[in-house]
């Protein structure tokens, strides 16, 4: 079965810095191209940031780019995301999901909140 | 502002079948056949329930079923049940990475 476990949630500054992690484990990690997907309270889902199993490749929704930076470690299964200079609007819940195959996310975690306030 | 456009909500009694529409362009929703489709509970994570326009993950019930016609795909439910009360959402493989802003099914 397979498992995402998001960690590092929690209150932060504004302007602050958080790093979320998400372990994985039942997949093959390693050969799987990985993102972060968002969701503001009482809002839709964003896709914020991929990556791909080499980790050579990465892609970030155009609001976190130069301030979020995905990575991973396939050795120990595991998926980042480092969010500095955090801003109020960035306050969601934040899922690590699997891409199956273009664009088709088939394995969520059950998210972690970071919330941005003074 | 999402590039794929979803109805705000959609309803329907138990027993009757509904249709989620998610309306593209021909860089994504008309371009090519990876649609897919989300349900989410409140306070639950999404869950795949269609992908390739119209195939059904393993466990997913054939209730669910999926279609596309030009620029517009579709999500139907047939024999409504309370537990499908959800919002669901839509995505393409396409020009950008998002989904749609999401429908709100209510069973009455």
């Known amino acids: 079965e397979v498992h995402l476990v998001e960690s590092g949630g929690g209150p932060v500054q504004p302007g602050g810095p958080r790093r979320l992690s998400c372990a994985a484990s039942?997949?093959?990690?390693?050969?799987?191209?990985m993102n972060w997907v968002r969701q503001a309270p009482g809002k839709g889902l964003e896709w914020v940031a991929s990556?791909?199993?080499?980790?050579?490749?990465?892609a970030y929704v155009d609001s976190v780019k130069g301030r979020f930076t995905v990575s991973r470690d396939n050795a120990e299964n595991l998926l980042f995301l480092q969010m500095d200079s955090l801003r109020v609007e960035d306050t969601a819940v934040y899922y690590c999901v699997r891409d199956r195959e273009y664009w088709t996310f088939d394995y969520w975690g059950q998210g972690t909140l970071v919330t941005v306030s003074s | 502002q999402s590039a794929l456009s979803q109805p705000a909500s959609v309803s329907g009694s138990p027993g009757q079948s509904v249709t989620v529409s998610c309306t593209g362009t021909?860089?994504?929703?008309?371009?090519?056949?990876?649609v897919s489709w989300y349900q989410q509970h409140p306070g639950k994570a999404p869950k795949l329930v269609i992908y390739?326009?119209?195939s059904r993950p393993s466990g997913v019930s054939n209730r669910f079923s999926g279609s596309k016609s030009g620029n517009t795909a579709s999500l139907t439910i047939t024999g409504l049940q309370a537990e499908d009360e959800a919002d669901y959402y839509c995505?393409?493989?396409?020009?950008?990475?998002?989904f749609g802003g999401g429908t709100k099914l209510t069973v009455l």
């Open positions: 990556i791909s199993p080499d980790g050579t490749s990465k």
């Open positions: 995505s393409s493989y396409g020009a950008k990475r998002m």
């Open positions: 021909s860089t994504d929703v008309g371009g090519n056949n990876y």
């Open positions: 039942g997949l093959t990690f390693s050969s799987s191209w």
């Open positions: 390739d326009v119209s």
